[in-house]
């Protein structure tokens, strides 16, 4: 038996085995992206609130109904304010405005581009998302936001 030795461009090889998207996964693959990365960019351009949310009134959006109806906040409060912070690499800050919208933030600025780039590329960069690990983020974003409003709620912050 003889060896061969590996290719020496492994990424290339799996870039030629990769299999293409088809037109309409490219085009919603990149729509995605693309809200994502707008998405940043908007938030970009919003000044942090102070209060750590409402952020989204300089949207032209109302008032959050939970806190204008019942003086408390809802799990999504300081969401906005969090992708402001986090764009201006306050990150503590970003943590204590909503913490699940730190994550998200810190998610679209990973998978906005990699989405774009994969639906240009007609390929999936790097690889295809796996079912397991978005609903495992999925969830923590979930359970992590519900924790801190439950916190909020009990300690009155």
């Known amino acids: 038996m003889s060896y061969s030795s590996p290719p020496a461009d492994l990424a290339a090889l799996a870039w030629t085995s990769a299999p293409r998207l088809r037109w309409l996964e490219r085009l919603v693959i990149v729509l995605a992206g693309s809200v994502l990365l707008g998405l940043l960019i908007t938030a970009a351009r919003l000044t942090p609130s102070p209060r750590g949310m409402g952020t989204h009134q300089q949207l032209g959006l109302p008032p959050c109904t939970i806190v204008a109806l019942y003086g408390i906040p809802c799990p999504s409060c300081g969401m906005t304010t969090a992708w402001a912070h986090l764009l201006r690499g306050h990150v503590v800050a970003a943590v204590r405005s909503n913490a699940g919208g ?19 590329a007609g390929r999936w960069l790097i690889g295809p998302p796996r079912e397991g690990v978005t609903l495992a983020v999925g969830l923590a974003i979930v359970v992590l936001t519900l924790m801190q409003w439950a916190l909020h709620l009990s300690l009155g912050w």
Request: proline letters at 5%; charged letters at 0%; one cysteine or more.
């Open 102 to 120: 730190a994550m998200l933030a810190v998610l679209a600025a990973m998978c906005g581009p990699w989405l774009v780039g994969s639906g240009l």
